[in-house]
C-alpha cells in the first residue's frame, strides 16, 4: 500500500510532460465534453474540472497543462481584461506577452443569457434582460463564476441597472432550483441542453452586452512545437461542432445520464461503453485510480502534518508562553474555506494537483494533532515528572519513556481525527485536478446525476469509517505494547 500511495504522488506531481499532450477542462458538462473530446483525438491525458477560468490560467501558465477549450469572449473579457470586441488575430496579439495562444475554433459560439420559465416570462411580459429591471421582487439564481466575472453579473447589473440582488448557485442544479420556483432567474449557456426540456426561454440581450463566445482553444505558445503531430490532428476539429450538434452532446451527458468519456467516443465514431445504474457507477474502471489517489492525499498530509503537529504541540507544552499563540494560530487556519485555500496556494506554488492539496491537507490536519499533543501531555501527573528527575533521568529520557508513552492515547486520537476529516476534505482537491474520490462529485454536480454523485461521496464515507476503525485498532495494539 505504501509502494502504491508513494507512486500516486509521485504520478500526480508531475507537471505536463514533454512526451503527452495534457489537455484541461472546466467544471461544467460541455467544458468536460471537449476536454474528453481532445484527449481523445489525440490520446492525450486530460485533467477534468479543474474550477474556473483563473485557475485554469494559472495551469496554463505553471505547464501543468497544455491546453483547454475556452471561449473568445471570456478570453478578451476575463483574461485580458478588454471591454472590447476582439477578433482571433487580436486576441493572439495580446496573449502574446502572457506566452498563450488561441486557435482551431470548433465551429460555433456559446453565448451566456438569462433565463426564466416560459409561463412567468410570459405572464409578466418580460422578454429582454431590460425587462427585469421593472420586477424588483424577481429570485436571482447566478453561478459562482458568473458572479464573479467581468462579463458577468457586475458588468450586466451595471449595463441594465438591475436592483436584484442574486444568490450563489452551483450550474448543474440551477435548472432544478428553477423549475421548482425556488429562483425565478439563471443564468444560461446558449448551447445548454436543458433549456428546452425545462421551458426555459432566453432573454434578448438587448443592449448587446454580451460579446461573441466563440469556442476555439487556448494554448501555451510552445505547444505547436512541442506536440505539432497532435495539433494537427486536432486541426481537424476545426469547424466540425456547431451549435446544435453541441446541443446534442450536452443532452447525451445531462439529459441521457451517458458518461462524458462515452459521449465523446460516439462524437468520434468510437463505440461507448454501455454503463447505467448506481453500481455499475459505483464500480467503473477509474476507481482503483481514484482510491489510490485518495488515500495518497490523505495519508501523504497526515504524514506531514503528524511530523509538524507533534513537535508544535510538545514545544507548546514545554513552553506555557507559546502554547496560546501556537494553538490560536493552527486554530485559524481551519476558518479557511477549503476552496479559497486551494485558490490561494495555486499562485504560491505554481501548479496545481497535487501540493496545493497537499499543503491544504497538511494545514487542515494540523489542528488536532497539535491540540491533542498539547493536551496529552500536560494530562501527565507531575509527581511522576518530578520521581523521575529525582532518580537522575535527563530530560530527554523523560519525554521518551514517561511523558510520550502516557501521552499516546490522546496523541493517537487526534492523528485519528486529523485522518478521519481529511478524507472527507481530500474530496474539494479534484477541485484543482488532484483527483481521488471527489472527481466523481465534481462530475455528479456537474451533471446534477445523483448516481454519479453518489459513486463519490459513499465510498468517501466508508473510507472514512475504514480508517477510523483502522486507527482504533492501532490505538489498542500501541498503547498494550508499552510498558506502565
Not at 29 to 51: C, D, N
Not at 188 to 193: I, K, N, P, R
Request: aromatic share 6%.
Amino acid at each position: 500500500m505504501k509502494r502504491i500511495i508513494a507512486l500516486c504522488a509521485l504520478l500526480a506531481c508531475l507537471p505536463a510532460s514533454a512526451q503527452n499532450l495534457t489537455v484541461g477542462s472546466k467544471r461544467f458538462t460541455e467544458s468536460f465534453i471537449l476536454g474528453e473530446i481532445l484527449a481523445q483525438s489525440v490520446g492525450a491525458t486530460h485533467k477534468p474540472g479543474l474550477g474556473n477560468t483563473a485557475i485554469l490560467l494559472e495551469a496554463l501558465k505553471s505547464g501543468s497543462i497544455d491546453l483547454y477549450p475556452e471561449y473568445t469572449g471570456t478570453i478578451a473579457r476575463e483574461i485580458l481584461k478588454s471591454e472590447e470586441r476582439l477578433g482571433l488575430a487580436a486576441l493572439n496579439q495580446r496573449l502574446q506577452p502572457l506566452g498563450l495562444a488561441a486557435g482551431i475554433p470548433l465551429g460555433f459560439s456559446n453565448s451566456y443569457a438569462l433565463g426564466m420559465r416560459r409561463k412567468d416570462a410570459e405572464r409578466l411580459g418580460v422578454r429582454k434582460v431590460s425587462d427585469l429591471a421593472k420586477h424588483v421582487a424577481l429570485r436571482f439564481g447566478l453561478s459562482h463564476e458568473f458572479l464573479g466575472r467581468r462579463d458577468g453579473w457586475p458588468g450586466l447589473q451595471a449595463a441594465y441597472r438591475l436592483p436584484q440582488k442574486p444568490r450563489g448557485l452551483d450550474h448543474g442544479i440551477a435548472y432544478e432550483a428553477l423549475a421548482a420556483g425556488e429562483i425565478d432567474v439563471m443564468d444560461l449557456y446558449t448551447t445548454d441542453a436543458k433549456i428546452e426540456r425545462f421551458g426555459i426561454v432566453a432573454l434578448d440581450d438587448d443592449r448587446a452586452f454580451f460579446p461573441a463566445y466563440d469556442a476555439v482553444l487556448l494554448y501555451r505558445a510552445d505547444v505547436p512545437k512541442r506536440f505539432a503531430r497532435e495539433i494537427e490532428r486536432l486541426k481537424m476539429l476545426e469547424g466540425r461542432i456547431d451549435a446544435q450538434a453541441m446541443i446534442r452532446l450536452n443532452a447525451r451527458a445531462e439529459l441521457d445520464k451517458m458518461p462524458f468519456a462515452d459521449v465523446a467516443r460516439e462524437f468520434l465514431g468510437a463505440q461507448a461503453q454501455s454503463r447505467a445504474g448506481f453500481a455499475a457507477a459505483l464500480f467503473a474502471p477509474d476507481f482503483g485510480r481514484l482510491l489510490a489517489e485518495h488515500l495518497g492525499l490523505v495519508f501523504g498530509s497526515l504524514a506531514i502534518a503528524a511530523l509538524v503537529g507533534v513537535p508544535l504541540g510538545l514545544v507548546a507544552a514545554k513552553q506555557a508562553w507559546l502554547a496560546q499563540p501556537l494553538l490560536v494560530f493552527v486554530g485559524l487556519l481551519q476558518t479557511i474555506p477549503s476552496l479559497a485555500l486551494l485558490a490561494l496556494l495555486i499562485p504560491l506554488t505554481g501548479t496545481i494537483g497535487l501540493w496545493p492539496a497537499l499543503i491544504a491537507l497538511f494545514l487542515y490536519a494540523l489542528l488536532p494533532i497539535t491540540r491533542n499533543t498539547h493536551a496529552g501531555l500536560l494530562e501527565v501527573p507531575r509527581g511522576l515528572l518530578q520521581a523521575a528527575t529525582a532518580l537522575g533521568l535527563s530530560p530527554a529520557h523523560v519525554l521518551s519513556k514517561i511523558e510520550l508513552p502516557l501521552a499516546l492515547p490522546v496523541i493517537l486520537a487526534g492523528v485519528k481525527t486529523a485522518a478521519v476529516i481529511s478524507v472527507g476534505t481530500a474530496t474539494i482537491a479534484a477541485f484543482i485536478g488532484a483527483g481521488g474520490l471527489g472527481e466523481r462529485i465534481v462530475q455528479g454536480l456537474a451533471l446534477n446525476d445523483h448516481a454519479v454523485l453518489l459513486a463519490g461521496a459513499l465510498p468517501a464515507a466508508v473510507l472514512a469509517l475504514v480508517v477510523h476503525a483502522a486507527f482504533e485498532l492501532a490505538e489498542r495494539a500501541l498503547v498494550r505494547r508499552e510498558p506502565r
